[in-house]
């Protein structure tokens, strides 16, 4: 079988992980990356042999860095059929005229607006709906987060309402500019926040109400979620649900001593895994509290890696490569290792 | 050649790190490490199936999260030709009796008093003076990385004063109780900090003074040193110097990007090295300051990982496994791919 081609437009924080995770799929190929800096993240991709794009205006810089560029952004979409689109937020829709173009599909990211695309996904909600789009949204970090879990409890017992409040980093541990670093701010400090409204461009018909604050850390979002649900429910219904996902690491704080977003980071440090990635929405099992209808838990968000997965199950989804999402799940999460982290991290029960 | 028998006692941030090292050593075993909690440090090291050893009263404790132990510290010590003492700063003073009765060589970290060993040790300074010793300590990470600049130059041309400051990280990225976490806090107070009496304990008749202060990040040390000498120094001098030692990186922040202790992280993180460690002494070549006999520099030093290749030299040294400090180095950088982040980020002289 001929692997599909992919172009990855944007090589920050999502883009390198994308497009190293595409390196390792069976049915994909990674036929470029295109970047405007020559910097560390350029220099490494050339000395990994990624062939690397630019445009037109950047090919001299990248030369004085001693960085042969394999040609401009318009020579790699001729040469894709389809492109992960990782410019920053808003970049996005200003380079999609340039993929119409060129007649390539491709993948946005969540810093875009949902108009921009034919779709949001989520690998555990509508993969089906996402089938041979053209264009497709894979949503941000934090609404991943709610959807993974959302999706995993939906199929267990029907959702009446969810009440989340967002705890964000303030910025990526490469962010050096960014704050705040001495403030909790709210963000928006206006009700809702935008991470429910994007969780129903998914979930379409859901009653969910998101608050958000940021506060000065680089690590992770921390979520608490309220869910109401038409039935009664037990910590044991819960802990069956999301026990059955991979991409789901139910953790003990107080059996493992991992009980901080810093302790999860150290825990994936130890674990070897590349950029101290944690893909799999971390929910505390300690913090899961049931009263009747009423579930409370905490989770954990690595805004860095959580959509890596998804962008690999969206790339199979729009292209057609598998025609469901167990499939595609299965083989993204075995290339990715997804799932090691709870084996590894687990308390085997006594 | 039978492999030295090497035993870890304490599994933090140290020990954890020599442990690994020690198990890519082709002349040493890895017998075992000891801890005291069963937390998501030791399930990894029982699920990677390295001997764990408890005191007799934590064994229940291990058992209940599943963690079959070994023996006690005792059984341990019985079986090792050499223990690393990893413990937090202090407790290496109360296990030297245990060592001493169990006629084990020991190697002690920088938080212990110097004079519990026979001597104080770095690769690049006294490697020699070392061979064969019972007892010996590894200094700090900060005063590692002065010793490694200092030895390089000392080499090139003698240096007649040392006047440098060093900036604290306040914690290590997974200690979420220790600050400060808005302030800058002098430590001490008092002129100099215990790290250039610490140098002394390696260059004895240097003329070095230090000073100190602790802000409020995790990621790495940094040092800005005034070093004079005794005949004047060009910047090529200062380059050559440290260009010729593969545990020293000199990084180009202007031309690369990394441009602050995020950011070396951050390419570290992209390198894929384990646990994002940077054991390399990393030196901004554009601080690099030169007048006459005296020159000014920037450099940074990551805590977590830096003493790691001089734990393996120390035991090299202490045992006679290698009998010159080349050849220690040598096997110590290969495994432990030291000398690659220099390779990978620098830019080509066009």
Same mark, same amino acid.
């Given at each position: 079988?001929? !692997?599909? !081609?992919?172009?990855? /437009?944007?090589?920050?924080?999502?883009?390198?992980? &994308?497009?190293?995770?595409?390196?390792?799929?069976?049915?994909?190929?990674?036929?470029?990356? $295109?970047?405007?800096?020559?910097?560390?993240?350029?220099?490494?991709?050339?000395?990994?042999?990624?062939?690397?794009?630019?445009?037109?205006?950047?090919?001299?810089?990248?030369?004085? /860095?001693?960085?042969?560029?394999?040609?401009?952004?318009?020579?790699?979409?001729?040469? $894709?059929?389809?492109?992960?689109?990782?410019?920053?937020?808003?970049?996005?829709?200003?380079?999609?005229?340039?993929?119409?173009?060129?007649? &390539? !599909? $491709?993948?946005?990211?969540?810093?875009?607006?949902? @108009?921009?695309? @034919?779709?949001?996904?989520?690998?555990?909600?509508?993969?089906?709906?996402?089938?041979?789009?053209?264009?497709?949204?894979?949503?941000?970090?934090?609404?991943?987060?709610?959807?993974?879990? =959302?999706? #995993?409890? /939906?199929?267990?017992?029907?959702?009446?309402? %969810?009440?989340?409040?967002?705890?964000?980093?303030?910025? @990526?541990?490469?962010?050096?500019? !960014?704050?705040?670093? *001495?403030?909790?701010?709210?963000?928006?400090?206006?009700?809702?926040?935008?991470?429910?409204?994007?969780?129903?461009?998914?979930?379409?018909?859901?009653?969910?109400?998101?608050?958000?604050?940021?506060?000065?850390?680089?690590?992770?979002? =921390?979520?608490?979620?309220?869910?109401?649900?038409?039935?009664?429910?037990?910590?044991?219904?819960?802990?069956?649900?999301?026990?059955?996902?991979?991409?789901?690491?139910?953790? *003990?704080?107080?059996?493992?001593?991992?009980?901080?977003?810093?302790?999860?980071?150290?825990?994936?440090?130890?674990?070897?895994?590349?950029?101290?990635? %944690?893909?799999?929405?971390?929910?505390?099992? @300690?913090?899961?509290? &049931?009263?009747?209808?009423? %579930?409370? =838990?905490?989770?954990?968000?690595?805004?860095? #890696?959580?959509? %890596?997965?998804? *962008?690999?199950?969206?790339?199979?989804?729009?292209?057609?490569?598998?025609?469901?999402?167990?499939?595609?799940?299965?083989?993204?999460?075995?290339?990715?290792?997804?799932?090691?982290?709870?084996?590894?991290?687990?308390?085997?029960?006594?």
């Amino acid at each position: 079988m001929r !692997k599909i !081609k992919v172009a990855v /437009n944007g090589y920050g924080t999502i883009g390198k992980r &994308v497009a190293e995770a595409i390196m390792l799929q069976p049915d994909m190929e990674l036929i470029g990356i $295109a970047k405007t800096r020559p910097d560390y993240a350029a220099l490494l991709a050339y000395r990994m042999k990624i062939p690397i794009y630019t445009s037109r205006e950047h090919v001299k810089l990248f030369e004085n /860095n001693g960085i042969s560029v394999a040609g401009t952004i318009e020579d790699m979409l001729r040469e $894709a059929d389809i492109v992960v689109d990782a410019t920053p937020a808003g970049i996005g829709a200003k380079y999609k005229p340039l993929y119409e173009k060129y007649g &390539v !599909k $491709a993948l946005f990211q969540g810093g875009e607006k949902p @108009d921009i695309a @034919d779709a949001s996904f989520n690998s555990y909600c509508n993969y089906d709906e996402c089938l041979d789009k053209k264009y497709i949204r894979v949503v941000s970090c934090n609404t991943t987060g709610l959807l993974r879990l =959302l999706c #995993s409890l /939906n199929t267990y017992n029907k959702i009446r309402r %969810v009440r989340a409040t967002i705890v964000r980093r303030a910025a @990526d541990p490469k962010e050096d500019k !960014k704050g705040p670093i *001495n403030s909790i701010k709210p963000n928006p400090v206006t009700v809702p926040s935008h991470h429910g409204v994007d969780v129903k461009t998914v979930l379409r018909d859901l009653n969910i109400v998101t608050t958000a604050v940021i506060v000065p850390t680089t690590l992770m979002h =921390l979520h608490i979620v309220n869910i109401e649900f038409e039935n009664p429910m037990t910590r044991g219904d819960i802990i069956n649900a999301l026990s059955a996902r991979r991409r789901i690491a139910l953790v *003990n704080a107080e059996l493992t001593g991992i009980d901080s977003t810093a302790k999860i980071i150290e825990a994936a440090r130890d674990l070897g895994r590349k950029r101290s990635d %944690v893909p799999e929405l971390i929910v505390w099992e @300690d913090s899961i509290h &049931v009263s009747g209808n009423e %579930v409370i =838990l905490m989770q954990a968000v690595h805004q860095e #890696s959580i959509v %890596v997965p998804e *962008n690999i199950d969206a790339i199979r989804a729009v292209m057609g490569l598998a025609k469901n999402p167990e499939e595609s799940i299965r083989i993204t999460d075995q290339t990715l290792k997804i799932g090691i982290f709870r084996e590894m991290f687990s308390i085997p029960k006594s």
